[in-house]
């Protein structure tokens, strides 16, 4: 406790709470605060104040959840998917058409017994059971965990626990329960659900369970990942649909504020580089692009992130041939690919996606799925540059090892938005006010501020 604490009655309440690691008092009367580590930390057991942003998601979900508006049937339960830029319900067809991306991702690699951390509604267990041995889904919302397991779904069980209690009791009884006694899945798959988490090293505690998880050959996939590269791009476009007319000077810097008040996580892939570097066991990596029809936010500025894990994984075995887009001719581009993807393996690179370049040679992610359709395929995104897209003959080409994702001074934008330290900003200073009310009953609580992450102040 600092020394000043002892002469201001409130200054030493804030500096006692466990949450605090040191407070200052500002000549005008404002209460500094520096918060414990331990009430941030990711794991192995998320801290209180960690806790709470956890908390508060899980009570977002469970009401929309509960409310199930976006209810179509037992299979199509799209409650809670509305578009950034109108807040309208996201089109039907297109929210079928970004399942079946996700489902044919996951059925690639073929596995037989899945675990789906944060499972939702079961959009993707209604459509990923029937052909499995087994599926377990976990997900923070009691409601959605109930009404899965009263579906009844064959082959399938549903535990409510958090993305971080992967190797939980009740999760690992789950999966004996279907899999088999100790049997472990051959793919662990997170979709659509990173943006909730508080930041990286939240992330990283997760994956590192998920990779402990999974069979040897098997795969973790991350998918629908909000990229950080194209933050600002993202919010460009949601501040110009909601105001057409507003000039640049004004658009930037409204822009700038949203990304600051944004509560969702965002990261590029080398944002998960040393976690896949410290594993024990071999693993490489592949980023493939969203390529719905739809032009929207889930097409332009989401991708998927394939983990291959274990000495199981397949290679090619002869030597991949790479060829930059601009040195293929012609205006027909299915020909055109079709024709170089031939003589493969190969990688088709440096392709202008068409939703966020305005170029001549920009391709959508949709034309190139399209051009390839029918084919061992796949439709990438780059590593280093999310406005550029790749497309591999055959797929398993297209995997990287982590040494690639780790040359993060090739990366394009910050490696991740982080929405803890907004949230802690926010909250912290509320629970100390309510710890100020109950400790000194009758005062006017000070002004109380977290400091910013790079300032140490005095201590």
Known sequence: MPAEATADPMLAHVAEHPW??????????VIVVWPDPAATTAGPRPGPLLREHLDHWAEVYDWVYQDALGRHSDDLDLSGWRASDTGLPLPVEHMRDWLARTVGLALAHQPKRVLEI?????????????????????????????????????????????????????????????????????????????????????????????????SDGGTVIVGDI???????????WLERARDPGSGESDLDARVRAAIAADEELSFAPQAVAAVLAAQDRPVRVSLHARTMAEDSELTRYRYDLVVHVGPGMSDVAAPVRTISWSEQPGPDLAATLRTTLADRPVVVSNIPNALLRDTPTAVTPYALRQ??????????LDAYDPCLLAVAAPAACGVLSVEVLSDADRAAGPDAHEPLAGFVRRRLPEVLRDHLRRRAPGSRPPRIVVADAGDRGTR
Do not use: K, W
Not at 175 to 181: K, L, Q, R, T, V
């Open 20 to 29: 605090v690691a040191d407070a200052r008092a500002t000549p005008d009367g």
């Open 118 to 214: 944060g499972c939702g509604t079961g959009l993707l267990a209604h459509r990923l059971h029937p052909h499995l041995r087994g599926y377990v889904g976990t997900d923070v919302a009691r409601a959605a965990v109930q009404r899965l397991g009263d579906a009844g779904l064959p082959r399938t069980a549903f535990v409510q626990a958090a993305a971080h209690e992967t190797t939980a009791d009740t999760v690992r009884a789950a999966m004996d329960a279907i899999f088999g006694p100790g049997v472990a899945p051959d793919c662990v798959l997170l979709n659509s659900v990173t943006q909730c988490f508080p930041g990286l090293d939240y992330l990283g505690e997760v994956l590192r369970q998920a990779l402990a998880t999974v």
């Open 226 to 236: 909000r990229h950080s590269g194209l933050l600002t791009e993202h919010f460009t």
């Open 371 to 380: 051009a390839v359709h029918g084919l061992d395929a796949a439709v990438l």
